[in-house]
């Protein structure tokens, strides 16, 4: 053997000896040194059955571990106090323990430790950040039980039969941010009893925690206040919500944990029950956005229940038997950006009983939703009695269903299209609330939103606004293509329907004073069709006249049909209406007015003038009136009964209705009216003005024929307290021409043997002597050809309507060809004539006195034939004790 070659295992023999006789001693120090050691230079007491350190491998061995603080009230280090069976370590770092105080090792194993642990009081984070003293790769629990206690004795942490392994355990830095403090590649765990306590609001309790083959199972998972509501708010007042969370069992595979990604597959929880306590502190905004990712390839919940509180103890939401199927959910950088801040590749979600509360209450029977289509049944709406004063509804409807072409948020702006959207058996009423408050505008969260089909059937539905309702039975409505878009200054929206159909049979609205209805409705955006309109007054005209502060028409109208031709738009921003003919069958009106109440001061425009104030384009190019009946009743405190005109066969036709707001057509409205006046005569009228036209001009003609003068008795005679005996009116012409000022024209009047009696103010009895001086001052007999008169300036009272000015120039015309060109020097002589039948009445009073005097033998000894001839002729002309007449 060569020397060389002895010489070096001689050296190696001597350094495995010197190995051997150093690892003997260390581990020879180590059992009968350590402890003394420990205590003597740490915070902690140590004894231990046996102790095996291996300085070749790094591999510690110890059993029978007991650990102890020295001063558990030092909160200053970290109290220990419990047993350890084993303790392993495998490749211990020990030249990292010398010289860079940090312990690591590549495998860490606890044989059932059984350890209090108190926490240290936080040290100041003056100083920087500092390097983790303690790395594993894997650690293994068996069997532990382990509390962990803050500086202040309080529970923070504990675990019941613990069993964990941990493969790549990796610690990062705190220097590091946006990375999760703690990641690894496998895990097994298992344990009851959990406890964690993060804060002074909240504790989390598990039963049981199970893994097999990367399943994970928890059983029991309660996260419990530690507060009531009431001392949330005395001692966190700024926290505007209290959580309560319970899970019967939760399931989920395959958790990782890298960088700042969190990912599992197919978590499933059973039973959750969430209940939330809110307060009226406002939000706090998070000063830092969540640093983590979250990466979900399953999610599950069944049969969860949600319940959210108000301040004031109601619901404000409540849901059972909720269930959630959700694939592929993300919660990234990109997400937390958007309005929903998480991403999925689609979902299921159903739910029963859900209610809502604002200031109304939605409850939903049962809900159904995916990404596609939408589904909610035996919903119910009903007002919040706790937040008066706004619009409420009390609703039930069978089915509202949906589904959706496309749904996106484009800069965090909804753009939604649906493809058609159904709404079922819709029961109830809608109340108008009186809330006038003003909101500020709001930035809008709608890009735009398009329905291609909305379908309203079977529903009866009451809309009532100040005690006025507007009711809806079986109606029925489709709406296509709805368009809904931001206006261009982001404040509001626009809204546009390309057609629709409605129908709804025994329509009413009901006002103050009328009750409205329809037989049937049919409108769509080419065609209206109306059956049976009736407006009928609730209230009889006595108490319409008290009920009223001036002067008002009261109304009577019925019609048997209402049809309208052409095209409108009823609905988008730019509304007009554009008919090509409108017919109204049949209607039978009437009106009525008392002149007992106040005259009404306000300014009665010209109808050019209110069609010009229609504020959209209005234009109906021929509107029909037929086979109609108008009745004009008027009545004054000294009419004895109304007056009434009649107008049967009343038709009447229209061009051009219009609110000069179309362009490319005409402005000129021209009517014609045909009709049998007081059911005797024909009357025809010509009536035309132009609504573009500022001055408001209007011309207005016509000619009655062959009406019996006793036929005008139901107007004149209430209130003139004149009635016509005899005569025939052969022929009547005016034609006139006005504006808001007053009118002129022409008025032409042929009449044979007319002849008037006047009466008193009861209208029962004739006038004598005023009938003969009447009839002495009327014209009988206008001549073969009776010359036109001039009707001229004709004053407009303002405050009045059209027709009380037309009237007034028909009067003019009436005077001047019945009593004569000069009406002042006529009523002139009447009143001489009337003087002189009060001197007359006077003088027969004075001689009835003297025929009932007996005081002398003159009249006694007259015959008696002679007396009551006297008595008798006096009798027939005069009224006992009538009082002297001033007409």
């Known amino acids: 053997m060569k020397k060389w070659v002895k010489k070096l295992l001689i050296g190696f023999g001597v350094l495995m000896v010197i190995f051997l006789l150093g690892n003997f001693g260390l581990n020879f120090w180590l059992k009968t ?81 059984n350890l209090n642990i108190i926490l240290a009081k936080p040290a100041s984070k003056k100083g920087g950040k500092k390097k983790n003293p303690v790395l594993f790769e894997n650690i293994r629990i068996n069997n532990g039980t382990i509390n962990v206690f803050r500086d202040t004795k309080q529970k923070f942490l504990s675990v019941q039969k613990l069993d964990l392994f941990v493969e790549n355990l990796q610690m990062t830095e705190e220097s590091v941010e946006n990375k999760l403090p703690v990641v690894f590649d496998k895990y097994q765990i298992k344990g009851e009893n959990f406890f964690f306590r993060p804060d002074n609001v909240y504790a989390l309790k598990i039963s049981k925690i199970t893994t097999t083959n990367g399943q994970v199972s928890i059983e029991r998972f309660r996260l419990i206040p530690l507060l009531t509501i009431n001392q949330l708010k005395r001692f966190y007042p700024k926290k505007a919500k209290l959580f309560q969370f319970d899970i019967q069992k939760m399931n989920f595979k395959d958790i990782v944990l890298k960088s700042n990604v969190v990912s599992l597959a197919n978590a499933d929880f059973q039973d959750p029950k969430l209940l939330v306590y809110t307060t009226n502190a406002a939000p706090v905004k998070a000063v830092k956005p969540l640093n983590f990712e979250l990466n979900l390839e399953g999610l599950k919940l069944n049969n969860a229940t949600v319940n959210v509180v108000k301040p004031d103890g109601s619901n404000l939401l409540s849901a059972k038997n909720l269930n959630l199927n959700v694939s592929q959910l993300k919660f990234n950088k990109d997400t937390r950006e958007e309005v929903i801040p998480v991403g999925y590749k689609s979902f299921q979600f159903s739910g029963k009983d859900i209610l809502y509360s604002n200031h109304q209450n939605y409850v939903v029977g049962s809900i159904a939703l995916n990404p596609k289509s939408g589904e909610l049944r035996n919903i119910t709406v009903t007002p919040n009695t706790s937040d008066p004063g706004r619009r409420s509804m009390t609703l039930k409807a069978n089915l509202a269903a949906f589904n959706i072409n496309k749904l996106e948020f484009i800069n965090k702006k909804l753009n939604l299209d649906i493809k058609d959207v159904l709404v079922d058996n819709v029961n109830g009423i809608i109340s108008a609330g009186e809330n006038n408050m003003k909101k500020a505008p709001k930035e809008n969260k709608v890009n735009s939103i398009l329905i291609r ?100 028409d009261l109304y009577d109208l019925k019609a048997n049909q209402i049809t309208a031709e052409g095209n409108w738009d009823l609905f988008s921003q730019n509304k007009f209406i554009n008919a090509s003919n409108v017919v109204i069958q049949s209607a039978d009106a009437n009106i009525f007015r008392s002149k007992i109440p106040n005259d009404d001061p306000k300014e009665k425009p010209l109808y050019s003038r209110l069609l010009r104030s229609i504020k959209i384009p209005l234009y109906v190019n021929n509107l029909d009136l037929k086979n109609s009946i108008l009745v004009y009743e008027e009545d004054t405190p000294e009419s004895a009964g109304p007056g009434k005109l009649t107008f049967a066969n009343f038709n009447m036709n229209v061009k051009n209705l219009n609110s000069a707001k179309t362009k490319g057509k005409p402005t000129k409205v021209d009517i014609k009216i045909n009709c049998s006046f007081m059911n005797l005569a024909p009357l025809s009228v010509n009536w035309g003005f132009d609504v573009a036209n500022q001055s408001d001009v209007f ?79 009327v014209r009988s007999d206008s001549g073969n050809l009776p010359q036109s008169v001039d009707v001229k300036d004709v004053e407009r009272d303002p405050t009045k309507s059209f027709f009380n000015l037309f009237w007034k120039g028909i009067e003019q015309g009436l005077k001047k060809t019945l009593i004569g060109i000069n009406v002042d020097k006529t009523e002139k002589k ?25 005081g002398t033998k003159k009249e006694e000894s007259k015959p008696a034939e002679e007396k009551k001839e006297k008595k008798g002729f006096l009798k027939n002309v005069f009224k006992k004790k009538e009082k002297p007449e001033t007409e």
Do not use: C, W
């Open 33 to 113: 040194q350590l402890p003394n050691f420990i205590k003597k230079n740490t915070d902690y007491k140590v004894s231990y059955k046996t102790l095996d350190v291996d300085l070749g491998t790094g591999n510690i061995l110890s059993t029978g571990i007991t650990v102890n603080s020295k001063n558990p009230q030092n909160t200053n280090v970290i109290g220990l106090q419990g047993t350890i069976d084993t303790l392993k370590i495998n490749r211990f770092g020990i030249y990292d323990a010398i010289f860079n105080k940090q312990i690591s090792s590549s495998d860490l194993l606890l044989g059932s430790p």
């Open 453 to 552: 089909k909305f379908s309203f059937k079977n529903s009866n539905i009451t809309y009532d606004k100040g005690n006025e309702p507007l009711i809806f039975n079986d109606l029925n409505a489709t709406i296509n293509d709805i368009e809904i878009k931001s206006k261009p200054n982001n404040q509001g929206h626009t809204f546009k329907a390309k057609d629709y159909f409605l129908t709804t049979k025994n329509f009413a609205y009901k006002t103050r004073f009328y009750n409205m209805s329809v037989g049937l409705l049919k409108l769509n955006k080419n065609k209206v069709q109306i059956s049976n309109f009736a407006m009928k007054p609730l209230i009889s005209r006595a108490q319409f006249i008290k009920m009223i502060p001036v002067e008002r």
């Open 699 to 777: 011309t207005i003609s016509g000619r009655a024929a062959n009406l019996p003068a006793n036929g005008i008795n139901p107007f004149i005679k209430p209130y003139l307290h004149v009635m016509a005996t005899q005569g025939t009116i052969q022929e009547m012409l005016f034609n006139f021409k006005g504006n808001p000022k007053g009118l002129n024209g022409t008025f032409n009047l042929k009449h044979k043997d007319l002849k008037i009696a006047v009466l008193n103010k009861d209208n029962q009895q004739k006038k004598g002597i005023l009938t003969a001086i009447a009839n002495l001052v």
């Open 830 to 854: 009447v009143k001489n004539a009337v003087a002189s039948v009060k001197e007359m009445k006077k003088s027969v009073k004075e001689l009835k006195q003297e025929i009932k005097g007996s």
